[in-house]
């Protein structure tokens, strides 16, 4: 069965720290990958999305950035964390399944910038 | 401009009474639809899709229904139970495009 598996679950990093998030899936090949960031009062946000190794699509301007070294490995990385950038950042693949398109999300990690 | 909308930011159901949780959408590109349930400080869960080929799909206690026409969609939850207290997020997708967008979500909260 696939499996997302997304670290660290928290994190507190000062500000003009870097950052490193990793999300790695199991159980498909070449899946869609996404990283949402939770904000109060804006429900799930898409940052990033990737079809594919090295493909990256960026939604909204940011001071965050993704890559896909793997085909089931996403990062979502900073070079100089904000304070704005604190937040509950998910992972997410989307594939084909029995019952049609279906999406599932890592546990998340909560980010403070602090 | 919010493509997906969740105007019910929350909703209180009795234990035992259905939960309709509502979901509108503007974008004609859209041909599926999911639904999530999220706890605090955890991943949403997915629960149930639809696509827009059809205008129903049920799946135990919950039920998806889509009126593509009003563009809009509706979660039931029959009977409501606590456990089900959760924030709810619909989300739409252009399969061509593989990106969701979602709503702002709807806190559902089922009393005993």
């Known amino acids: 069965s696939q499996t997302i598996h997304q670290w660290p679950a928290t994190l507190v990093q000062p500000v003009g720290s870097p950052l490193s998030l990793e999300c790695t899936v199991e159980g498909t090949s070449n899946p869609n990958l996404y990283w949402y960031r939770q904000a109060a009062g804006r429900g799930l946000q898409l940052l990033f999305y990737?079809?594919?190794?090295?493909?990256i699509s960026s939604e909204v301007p940011q001071n965050l950035s993704a890559s896909r070294p793997q085909d089931r490995q996403f990062i979502l990385s900073s070079k100089k964390l904000l304070l704005s950038d604190s937040g509950f950042y998910l992972c997410?693949?989307?594939?084909?399944?029995?019952?049609?398109?279906?999406?599932?999300f890592g546990q998340g990690t909560r980010l403070t910038v602090v | 401009d919010q493509q997906v909308k969740q105007n019910s930011p929350s909703l209180s159901v009795q234990e035992g009474r259905i939960s309709i949780l509502n979901c509108d959408y503007t974008?004609?590109?859209?041909?599926?639809f999911l639904w999530y349930k999220k706890y605090p400080a955890e991943g949403p869960t997915f629960l149930i899709s639809i696509s827009s080929i059809k205008d129903k799909n049920e799946d135990g206690r919950f039920t998806v229904f889509l009126n593509k026409s009003a563009k809009h969609l509706s979660l039931h939850i029959v009977p409501s139970q606590p456990g089900d207290s959760a924030v709810y997020f619909c989300?739409?997708?252009?399969?061509?495009?593989?990106?969701?967008?979602f709503g702002k979500g709807t806190m559902l909260l089922v009393s005993p």
């Open positions: 974008n004609s590109m859209f041909d599926y």
């Open positions: 989300a739409a997708m252009n399969s061509g495009y593989s990106t969701l967008t």
């Open positions: 990737s079809v594919g190794i090295g493909q």
């Open positions: 997410a693949w989307s594939g084909v399944a029995p019952g049609g398109t279906e999406a599932f």
